[in-house]
């Protein structure tokens, strides 16, 4: 009896953590997080994802004569020849603009180096750094909010994905986007112009565009974002969930303690893999 009562407890616990956290990215839902402060235990493991070696992201270029954006580019650990993998595009912050092809490197790109991410959620990664802004922002005075528009460097990019699909083994129904502050904005630029190109895209702390959100009603969208951010005020975002959430497939997680720069928990990072690597157009 004893035995049956703890292997009863343990399987409800486990249907009660998938439950809230499947209710935290419902579509349509916006989730408030209270997290004051991460704790020792998260900023430790940001600090060491921060410090993984990156030697396994190849460095390249794209150029097409007019523009050029350096990248660096992962691959799978293994690759079985008759099988095809996911491929992550990761946009950095203003803060990374640059071509020294190292400073784009951050954690949304070297958390695919984490050796549980290396094992079992086996990926391409895509890390291109902008020797200029991706994007750049506006005030969409309908909605009196900032909007997001990107530039000739993001067309380029998009244009030798479909290059990399040709030449590595990328699953096509599985190519994904994400980034954080410029990058978020220009996350929302990417999927607005090759809707047909991503299965799901994560938006952190950036700026919406909103021109083409009726071509978006089938995409995956998780929004990210503090309530405190002052570099990229919220609304924008909050805005964007608002008119979609009840056409689209998007949700939206409101960190109601932190800023722009506090976003990235551990705990969050360890999310991104197990949402965006179930998602298939």
Not at 11 to 22: D, Q
Not at 79 to 93: A, D, R
Not at 208 to 218: G, I, N, P, Y
């Amino acid at each position: 009896m004893f035995k049956f009562l703890k292997v009863s407890l343990f399987l409800f616990g486990i249907l009660f953590v998938f439950s809230c956290t499947s209710q935290k990215m419902k579509y349509g839902t916006k989730t408030d997080f209270h997290d004051k402060a991460d704790s020792l235990q998260s900023l430790a493991r940001i600090k060491y994802i921060k410090s993984l070696d990156y030697s396994d992201f190849k460095a390249g270029k794209f150029d097409n004569g007019k523009v050029a954006v350096n990248y660096r580019f992962l691959k799978p650990k293994t690759i079985e020849q008759n099988k095809k993998y996911p491929l992550v595009l990761v946009f950095h912050g203003s803060g990374a603009i640059g071509t020294n092809n190292s400073s784009q490197m951050g954690v949304l790109s070297k958390m695919w180096l984490l050796s549980e991410n290396r094992k079992n959620n086996q990926v391409y990664v895509l890390s291109p750094q902008f020797p200029v802004r991706s994007s750049n922002y506006h005030l969409d005075e309908t909605r009196n909010v900032k909007a997001s528009e990107s530039n000739q460097h993001l067309d380029l990019v998009l244009k030798s994905i479909d290059s990399l699909i040709i030449n590595e083994n990328i699953d096509r129904d599985r190519i994904y986007v994400m980034g954080f502050s410029m990058g978020g904005a220009t996350t929302s630029n990417a999927i607005s112009k090759r809707p047909d190109l991503f299965a799901a895209a994560i938006n952190i702390s950036g700026i919406s565009q909103f021109d083409k959100m009726d071509e978006l009603t089938k995409m995956p969208i998780w929004i990210v974002h503090g309530s405190l951010d002052t570099d990229n005020f919220p609304q924008s975002n909050f805005k964007f969930f608002d008119e979609m959430k009840s056409k689209g497939k998007v949700f939206l997680w409101e960190y109601t303690d932190k800023y722009h720069n506090n976003i990235l928990s551990a705990e969050l990072l360890d999310e991104i893999p197990k949402w965006l690597l179930k998602q298939h157009q």
